[in-house]
Every structure is written in C-alpha cells, then in structure tokens.
C-alpha cells in the first residue's frame, strides 16, 4: 500500500523559512512533487523532482527563487525549501508521486497523494 507522509508544517513568521519534508512508502516513485490549496483556492503545482534530483527539477513560476525541491532516493523522501515566507504561503501542502519519465504540473497526473501538512505564515 502506498503511504506517502508529510511533516514539517506549522505556524511561522513572514521572512521565516520552513523545511517540508515527504517519506514515501509503498513504492519507488520516478517523479515526486508537491502541490498546495490555499484556503478558497484552486489547488496548484508547486514543485516535481524526478529521480536524478536538481536537473530533473520544475517549479511553478510563482515560487521560483524561494522554494528548492530535493530528494534523498536512499530516503524515498523529498523535501521542500521555503524561504522567505509571506503570508500568501498559507496553505495545505499535499506530496505527491507517479511513474512515468516527465514531471507534470497537473493534479490528474498524480495518483497518489499525501494527506497534507498545514503551513501558516502570520505577518
């Protein structure tokens, strides 16, 4: 049974950085992401990395510069850098896995999903 397991959420301060970290079990997955929900909104891509770490990495525009996506295969985790926290980072961040050879940036594209792991950023 697949499990993928978030941690490192919380309560931060703007200009504060936060480490995500995600533990898969269950599977060895070629490509593993992160997307987030803010409250009334659209859930969205964040960041994918595949197995081979940096060059294989996406981001989404808006979190380009402030958030670095790393993988430690012998791990099966990822982890999800933020720095410089706003406010307008509060969300529910969800990891997520697939199999394939590219990274999507669509939620279709992701089979399997964490239960996700609240951060919250008071200004």
């Known amino acids: 049974q697949v499990q993928l397991v978030e941690s490192g959420g919380g309560l931060v301060q703007a200009g504060e950085s936060l480490r995500l970290s995600c533990a898969a079990s269950?599977?060895?997955?070629?490509?593993m992401g992160w997307f987030r929900q803010a409250p009334g909104r659209e859930r969205e891509f964040v960041a994918a990395?595949?197995?081979?770490?940096?060059?294989?990495?996406v981001y989404a525009d808006s979190v380009k510069g402030r958030f670095f996506i790393s993988r430690d295969n012998a791990q099966n985790t990822i982890f999800l850098h933020i720095n410089s926290l706003e406010p307008e980072d509060t969300a529910v961040f969800y990891c997520?896995?697939?199999?394939?050879?590219?990274?999507?940036?669509?939620?279709?594209?992701?089979?399997?999903w964490g239960q996700g792991t609240q951060v919250t950023v008071s200004s």
């Open positions: 997520v896995a697939r199999y394939g050879l590219q990274v999507k940036m669509t939620r279709y594209d992701y089979p399997f």
């Open positions: 269950g599977g060895s997955f070629d490509i």
């Open positions: 990395i595949g197995r081979h770490g940096g060059p294989t990495s």
